[in-house]
């Protein structure tokens, strides 16, 4: 049996609508309002939502689901998901990873912690992948790290740009050696498309750490992030306590690795999709006809 196999029905279709019901209510009280983590007030989330996912009052970034990155992003109606019927297999017998899977599975309604597929951006067809951190902390196994390679592989059978927005805590530790395999296999992947002479433009978001900082998030034809991100191989409490010194002000945040050369430019939320769709028209892509 390979790595992958279509994932089984675990739940009938009343009990998933009866969770679906007790769901809705707990959302509705939650989702009225939300505290801010960057000015402690208390935000009406529909302002927030209207506001690019941050807060009216501060500016902070809110976390973003894949869902609705590609809902920002992507034109309406024009996305088209690929191979979500992946799920890992706990192929070590790690304890406790296939409960944390199917955990994750439930909480993030997703089968793992990449969404993928081809969508327009203001018309010009991409491929593009993004990374959920509230799927196992965005941890890259088996399957994001096949997923992603697919991906690329779109953008090479047709001909078109390849985005990658990462979120992630790295390396998926429950799946050992296959989960850092992923990391050789998606740069194997884009250096085949940069034979082909295709973009590649890498958006690692906050936080992405570890392996796939390692691998594909940074090896974009540019690497653009979001204001205050933290993009980071070992995060900072881990350099702290290993060099036993205090790190700079602001150190591994986009702002700093602008300033040294790791990025190549900061894109508010909002001016997001405009300078994606810039970017591409300018390298010649031009938008498909309906
Ligand atoms: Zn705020």
Sequence with gaps: MGLFSNRKKYATISTKEEAKISETKNKIIDKLWIKCSGCNDIVYIK???ENANSCPKCGFYFRMSAKERIEQ????????????????????????????IEQSHEKAEMNDAVIS???????IK??????????????????????ITRAIERSIELGIPFIAIATSGGARMQEGIFSLMQMAKTSAALERLREKGLPFISIPVNPTTGGVTASFAMLGDINISEPGALIAFAGP???EQTIHQKLPEGFQRSEFLLEHGMLDAIVERKEMKEFLYKFIKNLGFGEVKN
């Design 237 to 239: 409490r881990v350099i």
């Design 47 to 49: 302002d927030v939502k």
């Design 117 to 123: 597929g081809i969508g327009n951006i203001n018309k």
């Design 126 to 147: 991409v491929s593009i992948a993004v990374m959920d951190f509230s799927f196992m902390g965005g941890s890259m196994g088996s399957v994001v790290g096949e997923k």
């Design 73 to 100: 992003l992507i034109d309406d109606e024009t996305f088209v998901e690929y191979d979500s019927s992946l799920f890992s297999k706990d192929i070590l017998n790690f304890p406790g990873y296939a409960e944390k």
